[in-house]
């Protein structure tokens, strides 16, 4: 029998899923802007502990809130693919100290893999759910991300610099696309407004 939130309108606290990773988000940007060590065993300390709370807190949430299927499973994958990352960079932040090579390469693994996902998954519901706009941004600035940490020889400095940037510009949007959708979710019948994932009418 087929999930009945597939078929179902968002919940009404789907809301809660962009807004509690923006939140999330904004955790690490602060940590990093208020650091004066911008070494890369800090870069994979502040990532590694982010993307192991993030990858289990909002792929537990998607699974639950967001009921477009396609759009629910890239989001848990994602979420399982972000806790890995977060394991694997603890693990590396004792192994290799003061690597910046293995906090740019991680780091650019992961927001390749997840920010393409997102992108596409974007891409195929725009039009058709509301939240696609956000997707497509939030995965298109992920993918980007791991361009920059891999076309550029990147010092660790500007390297940990540029993940906390990252993670305050991702939050920013993130947070007003939650709030946006919350508003419009409760907003009269008819104008338009839906929560995360909604199907437009």
Do not use: C
């Not at 940590?31 to 502040?46: E, K, N, R, W």
């Not at 982010?50 to 537990?60: D, E, F, K, T, Y």
């Amino acid at each position: 029998m087929a999930d009945a939130r597939d078929a179902a309108p968002e919940r009404a606290a789907a809301w809660l899923v962009p807004v509690v990773r923006g939140t999330l988000a904004l955790v690490p940007s602060a940590i990093i802007t208020f650091s004066q060590d911008h070494s890369p065993a800090l870069g994979l300390t502040v990532f590694g502990a982010w993307a192991l709370a993030s990858g289990v807190v909002v792929g537990a949430l998607a699974a639950r809130l967001v009921a477009d299927r396609a759009a629910r499973w890239v989001f848990v994958v994602n979420g399982v693919l972000t806790a890995a990352a977060g394991l694997v960079a603890l693990g590396l932040r004792d192994t290799s100290p003061g690597g910046v090579a293995a906090f740019t390469f991680t780091v650019a693994v992961w927001a390749a893999v997840t920010g393409i996902l997102e992108l596409i998954v974007g891409l195929r519901s725009r039009g058709r759910l509301t939240a696609a706009r956000d997707w497509i941004t939030a995965g298109a600035l992920t993918a980007i991300l791991a361009l920059v940490f891999v076309l550029f020889p990147l010092d660790p400095v500007t390297a940990v610099g540029l993940l906390g940037a990252y993670f305050v510009v991702l939050g920013v949007l993130l947070l007003i696309g939650g709030f946006s959708l919350k508003w419009a979710a409760s907003g009269p019948v008819g104008t338009g407004g839906a929560a995360s994932g909604s199907e437009r009418s």
